[in-house]
Nanobody, 125 residues
Framework: QVQLVESGGGLVQAGGSLRLSCAAS????????MGWFRQAPGKEREFTAAISWNGGSTIYADSSKGRFSISRDNAKNTVYLQINSLKPEDTAVYYC??????????????????WGQGTQVTVSS
């Protein structure tokens, strides 16, 4: 089992920045690909970014490129999502997730085995 706890969400004005954190406990953190997803009201959960076990590989959704940055600190068992130039359309609950399988699409939510409870990000215009 892996427990994931997100933090860092909040209310921010458009143009601002946030850094979301996801602290992991349980199984070996380095065994997992880590991803960030978000879900806005009335919409499906969507992929934003993912990172390999050592941080050497990252992928981003097209909508995330340029403003989102994923990173991880394996010594702290934590993965981060830096979001800059926030827009009202970034308003959503942001979830981190973990998967052991390296092969396959990292953007596919059902491929992730463990999920956090989410942190709310609200961007005001």
């Amino acid at each position: 089992q892996v427990q994931l706890v997100e933090s860092g969400g909040g209310l921010v004005q458009a143009g601002g920045s946030l850094r979301l954190s996801c602290a992991a406990s349980g199984r070996t953190f380095t065994a997992f690909v880590m991803g960030w997803f978000r879900q806005a009201p009335g919409k499906e959960r969507e992929f934003t970014a993912a990172i390999s076990w050592n941080g050497g590989s990252t992928i981003y959704a097209d909508s995330s490129k340029g403003r989102f940055s994923i990173s991880r600190d394996n010594a702290k068992n934590t993965v981060y999502l830096q979001i800059n130039s926030l827009k009202p359309e970034d308003t959503a609950v942001y979830y981190c997730a973990a998967r052991r399988q390296v092969m396959g699409a990292w953007s596919y939510p059902p491929s992730y085995e463990y999920w956090g409870q989410g942190t709310q990000v609200t961007v005001s215009s």
